[in-house]
Each structure stands twice: as C-alpha cells, then as structure tokens.
C-alpha cells in the first residue's frame, strides 16, 4: 500500500478561511465600522451639493454656500480619514492572512516526505505558497473594502436618487441590469484562463528551475538553444493566458465606462428640458448623475469580486490540497498514543535493525527493495554494497524515515522508527547524504546545523576528522567564510567532507554515509576512514558504496543485488562466498592493489 497521502476536498475558498479569518475578527469589526461612515458620507456629499446648487448658487446667498461648503469639507474630511483607515485595515488583514497560510504551508511542507515533494513537486510547492497566497490576500483584500462600501452605496444610492427625482428612475432600471449582463458575460469568459493561470505559471517556475540548476549540464552539452526553446514555449503559453485575462479585463471596464456614460447622457437628455421648463431644478440633476455614478461604481466593486473570485478559488484548491496531505512518513503521526523515549536519553548506544523490508516508489511495478535483513551494532561499522540501482539509496531513506517500508520494519534499540519522535530520530542519525547540500551562510553556520550550540573546538575536530581543517584554514575567513547558496562555492569533495563534518559535530549514536566518500581521492578516502575509526567510538554506522576500497574493512559487508540481499560477512568471507562480491572485487580491486 504505498500511496499513503489523502488529496483534497474539491477546490473551494470557504473551507480554507474558516477560522483563519477568527484572529482578524475585532479589526475587520472597526474596519466596516469605518467603511459605514464612509459611505454614508458619500451618500451625504451629493445631497449637499444639490442644496448649494438649489438654495446657495440659484438664489446668490454666498453666507450659504460657504456654510454648507463648510459643511461639505467637514463631510468630505471625515468621509477620506474613514476610507483611509479601512483600506489600511483591509490591508493588514489580508497580508496577515496571507502570512498565515504561507506558515501553515511551509509547516505542512516542512513534514513532506520525498513521496510527497515528488507528487507536488518543489516548483508547483514553491507557487503554492506564493503566488497562490497571494491571490487569496488580493481577493479578501478587495472584498474587505467593499463589503459595507458597495451594498450602501448602491441600495443607497438608489434611495438618494428617488429622492431627488422619481422620474429618472427608469434610466436605473434599464442601466443596472444593462451593466450586470454585460460585466456577467465577461466574468463568465474569464473563469476558463483564471483556472489555466496557475497551472502555466508552475510550469514556467518548473522549466526555469530545472535550467538554473541544470546549468553547466546545458553548457557542457551546448543545449542553450534548445533549453531556450523549451523556456520560450513555456513563457508563451503563459502570457497567451495572462493576455486573455488581460483582454477580458479590459472589457470588463469598457463595458462598464460604456454602460455608465450612456446612462449619464440619458440622464441628461430627459432631466435637461425638464428643467427648462422648471419641472426640476439644477442641483437634483447633478446630485443624480452623482448617484448614477455612485451606484453603477458598487455595482463594479461587487462585480469585481466575481473577477478575482475563479483565479482565487483555484488557487485556494491548490493550497487546500498541500495543507490536506497527511505526509506519508516523517510527518506522520507515531503510531502510539506517547511518542518512545529517545534512544539517544536513556538507550544504549544506537543499534540499527532492518528486519523483511520491502518497499515500493509509487505506482512502480515491482518493489525496489525485497524483504531486506541487516543490522548495524554500535561500534561497528556495517557496509552495503551493491551494483547501480541496486536500492542503495532507497534503504537510506528508509533508515533516515524519509520513506516507510511497505512490509517490515526499520528498528533502533528495538524501537520501531515510526514511533520514534522526529527529533530524536533526527538526534539519534547522523546522515551525510549522497549529494551534499550545504545552505547558504557560512561554513560554520552550516556545521552547527545539527547543534546550534557546538564550539568552535567541536568544529575543528569534525573538520579535521572529515580531512577538512586544511581547506578551511586556507579559506581568508576561516570558518566563517560564506558560502553560496547550496554549496556551489565549494568544489564537489570539498563539499562533501564538510557534509561529513557537519553530521560529526551533531555527535549521533547512528551515522550513515550514503556514497558520502565517492567525491573523494583514494587517499582522502582512506584518512577520513581512518580518522573516523580513531573517533567514532561507539556510534554505529552504516556505510554505502560503490567503491570496494571505502568498505574492505568494514565488520559486516551486505551485497545488494537488484533489491535483495545477496550475501553477507567479510570481505575475505564474502570473495570466497559470493559470487556478485567477487566480480566487484574483480573489476575495482586488482588494478588498485596492483599500484
Ligand atoms: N523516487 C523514485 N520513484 C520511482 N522509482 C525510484 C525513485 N527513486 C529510485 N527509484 C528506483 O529505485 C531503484 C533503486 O534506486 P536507488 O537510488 O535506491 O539505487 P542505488 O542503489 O542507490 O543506485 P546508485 O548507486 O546509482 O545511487 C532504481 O531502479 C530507481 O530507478
């Protein structure tokens, strides 16, 4: 049963809100509290204005028309502050939202197996969490600031403009629903690229990312215009769909400036001779025109909303999928109600079991592994060899909890890792990883990553026992020169011992070098071996190679063969015993023990 992770619910915005919006809940009450004055302020505004028309402007009373346009400023000053405000407010809530799902994305992210990084895949994971965000942050951004503005603005709106005039009623009744027909059609066009978008914008982050890191694999290969190629097919695709919504967009507001402005010249070809024949006065007519505009622009405000809303809710399914993905193993929960003791706290020194493990990737045929036995005593030093392929890796990922075994179990001092809490496992295995990854910072910063306290002398030992010190020493800042950003400042072995020194200063009760010596020089090889041997002490490790030298003397030598253990004991036992052994010995050896 190797697919373990649970996919989300359909797409959809509510479910991933609820109760994220809770903590914003007494700062979104004093925002709406702001937008209801704003809009009743600028429900006010043009009512003023009428009257100054009507009763300051028709009639020559200037002592009125500098009281009311008092009155205007004081309405139109405490009308701005509010909407200032609540556009601040609306914005500090959707950015701390927005903050919110970044954490709980990179946290759900963080307990990922490599099962579940392969699913999603670092470039979409990467969109997830931050392109996706964002369009959430946009959408609530806009719905916070119409939420009251919009609905008082338009209903009442339309009770400001029947009080002005009843007649001219009739041009809202054409326009409102000439507007939401029009702006309907568009946002309907516009649900199919919003969909698209994110899926384009993943696809350009992929091919970007597999070129940057690719690099001098495309030089080498002179693939340049290939790749380019490949990036343009991706980079047109995406602005094909980015130029759709663009379009629809644009329509979106020119069939909302079209609808409005003949509305207006309505508005003023029926009231214009009416007023000419004194049926209505100057300032309702503009008050009106005030309030078409008023109205037509809530009506815009809410349509946008269903503009932002299809990008937004795709978006939100996307998101919704990463944070439901129960990760298939490290993120697990133990299998017992109390996580088991750390080995490391009151165990003896770590001692490593795989008992029948088999295992799986994914939708593979046939299992990698087949029930494979193998146990690793402190103190000793247990290797595996075994041909390309032959499942090397994936045993060290089972033992590291980066996998878990379909069948059988992965034990250390009898415990199961399963049960073991994240950290102790972490405590308990020290792993130097096939391809070394260094972090950005400096090389001590990188060394005390597995214990953030260690000393500079802890430092020194490990860099010396990795055959380390005399690079660093050379370096112009020591152990505090920085180094880029996965290690590409460091040649290939440099990198490589310095991954081995940084599991040396996290002092583990388990250490395990998958194919960690293969960047070295035979007689770099040898020292680190040996100087690990002078102080390793107790630890138990488990040693992965290709190269028969690195584990000739190794206690207990496992050879793999397509998954299954051929054969087990010593060197001398294992060229006498097994067969694949031999051949190994045969083709790497001879020509090594002969120099
Ligand atoms: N993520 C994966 N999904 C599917 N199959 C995989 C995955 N990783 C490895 N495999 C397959 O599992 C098998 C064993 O791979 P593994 O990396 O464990 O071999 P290995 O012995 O470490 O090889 P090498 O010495 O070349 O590193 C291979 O056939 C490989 O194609």
Redesign the pocket.
Same mark, same amino acid.
């Given at each position: 049963m190797p697919n373990r992770s649970r996919t989300a619910s359909p797409p959809t915005l509510v479910p991933l809100l609820r109760g994220r919006l809770r903590p914003y809940a007494p700062q979104i009450a004093l925002l709406l509290a702001l937008q209801l004055v704003q809009a009743l302020g600028m429900l006010l505004l043009p009512a003023l204005n009428a009257d100054i028309v009507d009763h300051g402007v028709v009639r020559g009373d200037t002592g009125y028309i500098l009281r009311q346009g008092g009155l205007m400023l004081a309405a139109t000053l405490v009308q701005a502050t509010a909407a200032a405000a609540a556009v601040y407010l609306g914005a500090k809530t959707s950015m701390g939202l927005g903050r919110d799902l970044r954490s709980a994305l990179f946290g759900r992210v963080q307990g990922f197996s490599?099962e579940e990084f392969?699913r999603f895949g670092a470039p979409s994971l990467i969109t997830r969490t931050t392109n996706d965000v964002q369009q959430i942050q946009m959408l609530i951004f806009v719905l916070l600031t119409l939420l009251v503005t919009a609905p008082l603005m338009g209903f009442g709106g339309i009770a400001m403009a029947l009080r002005q005039d009843t007649a001219l009623t009739g041009v809202l009744v054409v326009a409102i629903p000439v507007l939401v027909a029009a702006v309907s059609l568009v946002i309907a066009a516009m649900t199919g690229p919003s969909q698209l978008m994110q899926g384009r914008i993943d696809e350009v982050n992929r091919v970007l990312r597999e070129q940057i890191t690719g690099i001098r694999v495309i030089r080498a290969f002179v693939r340049e215009r290939g790749e380019h190629e490949r990036f343009g097919a991706a980079n047109t695709a995406l602005t094909g769909v980015a130029q759709r919504l663009g379009r629809l967009q644009a329509y979106f507001g020119a069939s909302a400036i079209t609808v409005s402005s003949l509305a207006s010249v309505a508005v003023v070809a029926l009231g214009g001779p009416r007023i000419v024949d004194d049926d209505m006065q100057a300032g309702a007519l503009i008050a009106f025109l005030n309030y078409l505009a008023q109205i037509l622009i809530a009506v815009m405000m809410a349509m946008s909303v269903f503009v932002l809303a299809p990008r937004a809710r795709v978006a939100a399914g996307r998101i919704k999928e990463v944070l439901d993905t129960e990760p298939a193993t490290i993120g697990a929960a133990p299998r017992d109600a109390a996580p088991a003791p750390s080995p490391q706290a009151d165990g003896p020194p770590g001692r490593l079991d795989l008992s029948g493990v088999v295992f799986s990737?994914?939708?593979?045929e046939h299992p990698?592994l087949h029930g494979v036995d193998l146990s690793v005593r402190p103190g000793e030093t247990t290797a595996v060899i075994?041909?390309?392929?032959?499942?090397?890796?994936?045993?060290v990922k089972l033992v590291a909890r980066l996998l878990t075994p379909d069948e059988g179990s992965v034990r250390i001092d009898g415990t199961d890792v399963r049960d073991l809490d994240r950290g102790a496992l972490a405590r308990t295995i020290g792993l130097v990883p @096939?391809r070394a990854h260094l972090f950005s910072g400096t090389i001590a910063s990188n060394l005390r990553y597995g214990d953030p306290d260690a000393d500079t002398g802890r430092l020194w030992q490990a860099l010396e026992i990795a055959q380390a010190a005399d690079f660093v020493r050379g370096l112009p800042d020591g152990p505090d020169s920085v180094i880029g950003q996965g290690g590409t400042t460091v040649s290939g072995g440099q990198r490589q011992r310095l991954a081995i020194a940084r599991a040396l200063v996290a002092r583990p009760r388990i250490y395990v070098f998958d194919?960690a010596f293969s960047a070295l020089d035979t007689a770099t090889d040898a020292a680190v071996r040996s100087a690990l041997d002078e102080h390793l002490g107790d630890a138990a490790r488990l040693v992965?190679a @290709?190269r028969v030298s690195t584990i000739r003397s190794a206690d207990r030598i496992v050879v793999?063969d397509a998954?299954r253990v051929e054969a087990v004991g010593t060197h001398d036992e294992l060229v006498a015993a097994s067969a694949t052994y031999a051949e190994i010995v045969d083709s790497q050896l001879v020509p090594e023990e002969a120099s």
């Open positions: 490599a392969g990737y994914p939708g593979a990698v075994g041909s390309t392929g032959a499942g090397k890796t994936t045993l @096939q194919d992965v @290709q793999l998954g």
